[in-house]
């Protein structure tokens, strides 16, 4: 009797794109084995390294990755970068299919003069400082300064907006980077802007997070009462003016705040287009040109200035070309049809679509491309990670596999504060160690 073929399929990225790629190829009842590779000896991507780290009920997602990463049919393979240690090609002559699920890590530039000057971040970097990725860990901001200004009216911005108003006692309750935790500590930030081309109406923030600003322990959220008292378009779906309307009431209320109010303020200003970021040898203020939209055109100056001691870019994110890959028009993802790149190459995630939409839907990215993959590739005799291994050996590759990862978290668990669920392992080094990866 010949034993049944299994289909060899490896995962690039271990976020939660790839995770939910690999749970649905499992599920689909065909024989398979799933390799996830990992840049980084830690799994779970953005759930780990890019959501706000005092939202932890999000990160909750990662005890069902885990579950699939300890499922038999699938391999954490930590540590190996896909063109560092093995080659794209290599993995598609070991394997029947590969899924790339690595990601969009790149700022999308602001293009405008002195967007280059020291004090200005872009969002990826700086969420990667607080929360502890180790290509950001000596990002070091120069926190000093009394005002910071957030570019962009994404749920990104409303992230840093509200880290960075947190309290001490609010940030000891989360996983933050101690690193990040003792500067937010020191800094002396009191007003921080958070800026929006256009009007309040069309700001992308969901509102459970925007009403989540109103309830900061040591900050007052404050908007124009004039700029927020405008109405809505008529041409909207019902969802969509309901949504908007939910936010517009919440910057109504804002704008009742008081705006002499004891500690931090964080304002919303809408109709504001970056035109310039001044200073001599670091940023000092951020100059605006008013949108015409703005109902205070005509009474106020068309163009203004904001002081500012730092300045974070939170304007979205643009794809980075993988191994030679194509990317689409406007930079956004790879170029593919509905997730295929090529017979055996498929993508999924924010890679796939463009930076945009929640942690679940990749697992609608997940089901369609493991249906897809058992249509078009069928299980033959590739070897899958035994073909690689003495490569990976050559290269020197220091594998960190899951129980590897599954020392590191129990190490940052047991090392976290009271009521911090961890403490982060901020660099490779500690990270391997930590996991005992020789
Ligand atoms: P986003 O939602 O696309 O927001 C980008 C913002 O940048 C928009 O307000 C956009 O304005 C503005 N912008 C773009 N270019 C600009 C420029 N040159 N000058 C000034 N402003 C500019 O992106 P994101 O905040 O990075 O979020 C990415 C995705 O992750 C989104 O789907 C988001 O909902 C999701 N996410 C969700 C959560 C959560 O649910 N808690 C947390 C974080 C992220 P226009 O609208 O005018 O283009």
Redesign the pocket.
Known sequence: MTATPILQIAVVGAGPSGFYAAAALVASGTPCQVDIYERLPSPYGLIRA???PD?QT?KSIQDTFCETAQHPAVRFIGNVEIGREISLDDLRSAYDAVVLASGVPED?P?EIEGADLPGVHG?AAFVGWYNGHPDFSDLAPDLGGTSALI???????L?VARVLCRTERELAATDIADHAAAALASAGLTRIHVM???GPA???F?NV?LREIGTLEGATALADPAQVSGELPNDLSPRDRRMRAKNLDCFRSFAENNPEAPGRHLRFHFHA??AAILGTDRVEAVRFTRAPEDPRSGSAPDTFDIPADIVIT????RARSFSGLPLAEGARALANEDGRIDLGLYVVGWLKRG????IATNRLDGDSIAERIVAECPAGDAPGLAALESRLTDSGARIADFDHWLRIDAAEVAAAGANAPRRKFTTVSDLLKAGGVT
Do not use: F, M, Q, W
């Open positions: 890019g959501v706000a939202h999000t999308a602001l969002a570019l962009g009216n994404g749920n990104v911005a992230d929006g081309r256009r069309d700001a992308k969901t997070e287009r970056p939170s304007i979205g994110y930076p945009s939409g929640k």
